[in-house]
């Protein structure tokens, strides 16, 4: 089994969500670019769907950063990075996208701006995991929604 020391498990979750998140912006793009969508929606929704999405996620963030420094220095399995709920909910959102996706039962003009922000949301807090990893101790303070928390 592939095991690491658990801090470096902050890393790995940092690695796969700025790439999740760099694939989902790709999506979005590629639907802005077929030139459907008004520009006052997307002036619009790509900041909306990025603030409501960066408020979830930064909570996920310092919560899975908070259990991933409860591990101590042992070894973990390389898939700890998540809890089962969290898996759970990635394959829901994932299968979900792809469903609605595949199936046509999303318009361009919504995945163009959905995806951009949430793929945006997605890779920010793939960077705090990063910041979490090289901060340790004290206080982080969201540039976004300005909120403090201990790391």
Do not use: Q
């Not at 700025?18 to 989902?24: E, K, P, Q």
């Not at 792809?98 to 046509?104: N, P």
Request: charged share 15%; aromatic share 12%; with cysteine.
């Amino acid at each position: 089994m592939l095991k690491v020391r658990s801090r470096y498990l902050l890393i790995v979750a940092a690695v796969v969500w700025v790439l999740a998140g760099a694939n989902i912006v790709r999506l979005g793009i590629v639907a802005i670019m077929e030139g459907r969508t008004p520009l006052w929606l997307l002036i619009i929704g790509i900041p909306g769907t990025f603030l409501l999405f960066h408020m979830m996620f930064s909570k996920l963030v310092g919560k899975h950063s908070d259990r991933i420094r409860g591990y101590g220095e042992r070894l973990m399995h390389v898939m700890r990075f998540f809890d089962l709920k969290g898996y759970i909910i990635m394959i829901v959102m994932m299968g979900g996208g792809i469903a609605l996706r595949s199936f046509g039962l999303v318009p361009g003009w919504f995945v163009a701006f959905f995806y951009t922000g949430l793929g945006c949301a997605l890779t920010l807090a793939g960077i705090g995991f990063l910041i979490h990893y090289v901060h340790r101790g004290g206080s982080i303070t969201c540039p976004v929604t300005k909120k403090s928390r201990v790391a």
